[in-house]
Nanobody, 115 residues
Framework: QVQLVESGGGLAQAGGSLRLSCAASGGITSYYAFGWYRQAPGLERELVAR???????EYVDSVKGRFTISRDNAKSTVYLQMNSLKPEDTAVYYCNAKWNTEDYWGQGTRVSVPS
């Protein structure tokens, strides 16, 4: 059973930056692919970025060039560096870990970018 704990959310100005962290425990995290998802009020949860076991990355078009996902297997931590933040990035951000049939979620961290 893997536990995921997100941190780093908060209030940021438009154009500013935040770095989210997802600390994983309870499993061999290097086995897992990780993703960052977000859910804005009234909208469905969407994939923002993901990183494979080997380090390959994918991003939703709306964050390409602004967000960077990375992983540090030695620290069992996945990061989401968010630059040039926009009001439309306001959401609760969730960390996800997947391996075979295993699928885990964190509790979320809120990011607010006022307009």
């Amino acid at each position: 059973q893997v536990q995921l704990v997100e941190s780093g959310g908060g209030l940021a100005q438009a154009g500013g930056s935040l770095r989210l962290s997802c600390a994983a425990s309870g499993g061999i995290t290097s086995y897992y692919a990780f993703g960052w998802y977000r859910q804005a009020p009234g909208l469905e949860r969407e994939l923002v970025a993901r990183i494979s076991r080997g380090g390959s990355t994918e991003y939703v078009d709306s964050v390409k060039g602004r967000f960077t996902i990375s992983r540090d297997n030695a620290k069992s931590t996945v990061y989401l560096q968010m630059n040039s933040l926009k009001p439309e990035d306001t959401a609760v951000y969730y960390c996800n870990a997947k391996w075979n049939t295993e699928d885990y979620w964190g509790q979320g961290t809120r990011v607010s970018v006022p307009s």
